[in-house]
């Protein structure tokens, strides 16, 4: 979703691009109390609710396709171009590898603590529970960075 959304700002259609995604958002939105409550389907309602309002996003952002602004989609542009193939690979190496690395070192933490907390007086399952925690506040300060940088990139460009 992230990514249609991207080529949907990129290809002028910032407004679009912000349509799509609250349409998703207010539909959970909707949808939550309805299936949590009035179903009484719980976890499950929230789940089936943001599942619901993902895919709609995802119908209205593949809809722009058919009447984009710069570009027009066909079954050509579906083959494999392997010049063109190489040339993102090498942009994307460094995402890549930068991805790949925060994968290993939690990894290595989530080994480590499971080790090393099994033999302190908490246990092994207080230190990973922890870090899970402060590693879900470190996403929530890298959001908030992301939406700013994402709002500026469609205002500026």
Known sequence: MQRLNAIIRADGSPGFSMASTLIGAITNIILDPLFIFGFKWGIAGAAW???IGQCLSLIVSILYFTKTKTFKLSINSFKMNFQ?????????????????SIVIISLVCNIMLAKYGA?????????????????KVFTIVINIAIGIILWAQSILG
């Open 119 to 135: 033999i302190s007086k908490y246990g092994a399952d207080i230190p990973i529970e922890v870090i899970g925690i402060c590693m």
């Open 84 to 100: 063109i193939f190489s040339r993102v690979i090498l942009l994307g190496i460094s995402t890549f590898i930068t991805q790949m």
């Open 49 to 51: 609710a943001t599942v």
